[in-house]
């Protein structure tokens, strides 16, 4: 899977449920939906939340827009992942960089998620 088709089926998200929640629950669609995923990877400058394929994605339901974008542009160096999903429940992440390190970066706000 690609980032656009990852973000499309994060997309897919609807519910209330804390952050362990979420990702719990997005492994599982991810995978259904046919990607290879892993969770809790070890990336350049952290951890991040679920790996499908080559793909990071990070559940965030917390942080300012600084803090993530920080965070994100760690992970875009590392030549593991060719793009970074942010699912976010702020809507203030949808100020994030587009792009880091010539990866994109999507973000996909969980609306009905708290």
Not at 50 to 73: H, M, S, Y
Request: with cysteine; proline share 4%; charged share 20%.
């Amino acid at each position: 899977m690609n980032g656009e088709q990852v973000a499309a089926v994060v997309a897919g998200w609807r519910g209330h449920a804390p952050e362990a929640a979420v990702q719990e629950h997005l492994a599982g669609v991810l995978a259904a939906a046919g990607g290879r995923v892993r969770r809790e990877v070890r990336v350049a400058g952290g951890r991040v939340d679920l790996v499908v394929d080559r793909v990071g994605v990070e559940v965030k339901v917390a942080g300012t827009v600084a803090e993530v974008a920080r965070q994100v542009i760690r992970y875009c160096a590392d030549p593991g992942l060719d793009a970074v999903v942010v699912a976010t429940t702020r809507a203030a992440h949808l100020g994030l960089p587009r792009a880091a390190h010539g990866k994109p970066v999507i973000v996909v706000h969980l609306a009905g998620v708290v």
